[in-house]
């Protein structure tokens, strides 16, 4: 499987943008890129994922290099809500048939400062 | 959508007893399903993967006799932990996943505390 590597942990204050690397300079072609975070005791929740091109949602911005070797989640305006793990992950297609397993790494813990 | 529920959310129990856990997709079909174990200030770590109506795919050093899985219905999921014992005290996670394209995107439940005494 395809590795990731991430900060150990980051710091934002309130109401700032940011910017969380990953690196994966072992991508293959057909791997996607998936970032979930997970909050204290529960489940990690999806958060956005990309193949090439860079993505939008109402949660995230997902900016994809042009070599896919590295990538970043972008939160636009972080609030006490978004402290969390954030989990970057390589993720196969699922030509003829599902290749979804998901290996976590340590992920980023980002801490949101008032 | 896509929302995954667990149940029970919190169970303690004595050693050598047998606990079940189950994962239900509320709103979505779910061919396949995902456990996963996470201990205390460690990342989650995948123990097997569930097709609704075949047996599951274990992943290396989870025992499969010890770990039963049942993936009944295309909603339903569950994981029973037979004679248990201290050390499988760890919070179990389970996840659905959704095909979305030529990708698939999984959708996590929020998780089971287990503390075997």
């Known amino acids: 499987d395809a590795k990731t590597t991430q900060p150990n942990s980051m710091e934002s204050n309130e109401e700032e943008p940011v910017h969380l690397p990953c690196n994966h300079s072992t991508i293959s072609g057909t791997d996607y890129i998936h970032w979930y975070r997970q909050l204290p005791s529960q489940g990690p929740e999806y958060v956005i994922h990309?193949?090439?091109s860079n993505v939008n949602n109402r949660m995230a911005s997902l900016a994809i290099a042009e070599d896919r070797k590295s990538s970043t989640l972008i939160l636009h305006r972080a609030t006490l809500r978004d402290a969390a793990v954030y989990y970057c992950i390589l993720s196969g297609s699922n030509y003829g048939g599902s290749q979804g397993n998901l290996i976590f790494g340590k992920g980023t813990k980002l801490s949101v400062k008032p | 959508g896509a929302v995954v529920s667990q149940h029970p959310s919190r169970v303690i129990c004595k050693s050598g007893t047998s606990v079940k856990i189950e994962c239900r997709s509320l709103?979505?079909?779910?061919?396949?399903m995902f456990w996963y174990r996470q201990f205390p200030k460690q990342s989650l770590m995948l123990m097997a993967t569930s097709n609704e109506g075949s047996k599951a795919t274990y992943e290396q050093g989870v025992e499969k006799d010890k770990f039963l899985i049942n993936h009944a219905s295309l909603t339903l999921s569950t994981l029973t932990v037979t004679s248990a014992h201290p050390e499988d005290s760890s919070f179990y996670i389970c996840?659905?996943?959704?095909?979305?394209?030529?990708?698939?995107?999984?959708?996590f439940g929020p998780g089971t505390r287990l503390t075997v005494l």
């Open positions: 990309g193949l090439t």
């Open positions: 709103d979505f079909q779910a061919t396949t």
């Open positions: 996840s659905a996943s959704v095909t979305s394209g030529i990708t698939d995107t999984q959708y």
